[in-house]
């Protein structure tokens, strides 16, 4: 547990206030900040804002900071209002401690050296059940890795659901809460089929794009239909590295995505590889299957289907994928939006294959863990 923290300096001007704290730390706000932020603008029992920044007066300057024990009282240029600004408030906004810490994404690049029960978190059901910490370490480990597994999940139609309780929200789309993943006749989706699927990510033709993805097998096939992974934050960064030309145009390039069927249409475009505002990966989009014909002109196809077909080729190369056989009461979960995943074929007329699939709610994973993480940190 850190001391608590007390100011050893303050000064303000007519636009800032600056602070420095016993810890070496300091920062400047700015006096338009400030006022946007008084906490008598706040609804004490929501927390929510209860004005608009058309509200603040156009230019509001500071008349006077002083400190007042473990607060800095700030007094307004022609207004009357005196407003109090906690110490200990004031230094988490400094240090951006205020918004829930999410897992820093853990990149791997060789999937092909890597094991699902010795690489990443891989537990029983009835563990996370269990031991609310066994679950945050396990959902933790799903949003540094991008995925995780579970083990001795029933392998009956509730299964999945019950399994998901633990993990995210549901997300119900024209597939219904919860998806069959087997060979039938004539599929409007050759996933329902048992040709092999190259490395994939699901529903880009959807807004928005589904945040994460579970597969429970509740029937294997004794032969083939192997599952592969890859870490599309890790390719994406090593296309970065090796072509930079390829990958910046990959990142600034709309790409169409239709899906058709008799219960649905969509459409979205989104480039193959988003960034952040700041530059990092943050969403990868490949799907071959549902891309519609792209929209270039003539002077622009060479060098983006030069640069496609490298990303293309690197999710070919066996050295990026995670292979595992996935056993009845298996399940794995997978960011939608990060890790691309895909299987080989298999016999449909001599072995059935059986997975049940859903769709989570981004918000909802990153939710559960932050909450649990809280939860846990407050009965400490």
Do not use: K
């Not at 024209?174 to 990510?201: C, I, K, M, W």
């Amino acid at each position: 547990m850190r001391p608590p923290i007390a100011c050893t300096r303050i000064s303000a001007d007519d636009a800032t206030l600056a602070i420095e704290w016993n810890d070496g730390t300091s920062a400047e706000f700015a006096g338009i900040w400030l006022r946007d932020n008084l906490p008598e603008d706040r609804d004490a029992y929501s927390g929510q804002r209860v004005i608009d920044v058309t509200d603040l007066p156009l230019d509001p300057r500071i008349r006077s900071a002083t400190l007042v024990d473990v607060a800095v009282r700030v007094a307004w240029q022609n207004e009357a209002r005196i407003s109090m600004f906690a110490l200990d408030w004031l230094y988490q906004q400094a240090l951006g401690r205020d918004r829930p810490a999410a897992p820093e994404p853990q990149p791997w690049l060789e999937g092909a050296r890597l094991e699902p029960q010795r690489d990443f978190v891989c537990q029983p059901l009835a563990a996370l059940q269990a031991a609310a910490r066994v679950r945050l370490d396990w959902l933790t480990r799903l949003l540094q890795q991008g995925i995780a597994f579970l083990r001795d999940v029933p392998a009956n139609e509730a299964g999945i659901m019950h399994a998901m309780t633990l993990v995210g929200r549901i997300a119900d789309t024209n597939y219904g809460l919860v998806f069959d993943v087997r060979a039938v006749p004539q599929p409007e989706n050759l996933a329902y089929s048992d040709v092999g699927l190259g490395l994939h990510t699901d529903n880009p033709y959807r807004e928005p794009v589904p945040g994460f993805q579970a597969l429970h097998t509740l029937v294997a096939a004794p032969d083939g239909g192997e599952s592969l992974f890859a870490d599309g934050f890790a390719v994406a960064q090593q296309l970065r590295t090796c072509c930079p030309e390829a990958f910046a145009l990959l990142t600034r390039t709309a790409v169409p995505f239709r899906y058709r069927s008799e219960q649905a249409d969509l459409y979205a475009e989104r480039p193959l590889i988003e960034l952040s505002c700041a530059g990092a990966v943050t969403a990868v989009h490949y799907n071959s299957r549902s891309i519609a014909p792209l929209r270039l002109a003539a002077g622009d196809c060479r060098a983006y289907y030069a640069a496609y077909r490298r990303l293309g080729e690197m999710l070919r190369e066996p050295q990026y994928q995670l292979r595992t056989l996935l056993g009845s009461g298996d399940l794995v979960v997978f960011d939608n939006q990060r890790i691309l995943h895909g299987r080989t074929g298999f016999a449909s007329a001599q072995h059935a294959r059986h997975l049940r699939g859903c769709y989570l709610t981004r918000d909802s994973v990153y939710g559960e863990a932050a909450l649990l993480q809280h939860r846990i940190g407050s009965e400490e």
